[in-house]
């Protein structure tokens, strides 16, 4: 989690410090639908490398928004999914993906036209 030192005053730049980068966002995209392991989540994060991959992990789990789950296995097992902080998260993705796609048909609407 953030320190209070480190906390931004604005809220906004909070919620972007937390999750501003296309593969955090991503990741959380996926995890909300259900837990995935790491193999899982590099193959369906096409361009994602594994440091970035494992990066962006390590920081969404110290910052409480993800959970990692080691299952005593062998071959070891370890599952990523969202805590309650970041299934918090749906609302600001689902608003995401509605101005996205209504984007996505203003944009072919204008191409269309043209």
Known sequence: MLT??????????T????IGNKW????????LARPWRFNEL???LDGISQKVLTD???SLEADGIVIRTAYPEVPPRVEYSLSELGASMRP???SMEAWGLDYQKK????????
């Open 4 to 13: 209070k030192e480190k906390m931004p005053a604005c809220p906004v730049a």
């Open 15 to 18: 919620t972007v410090a937390l």
């Open 24 to 31: 955090k966002l991503l990741i959380i995209r996926n995890l």
């Open 42 to 44: 590099k193959k369906s």
């Open 56 to 58: 962006c992990l390590r």
């Open 92 to 94: 600001i993705l689902a």
């Open 107 to 114: 944009s072919n609407e204008k191409a269309d036209a043209e």
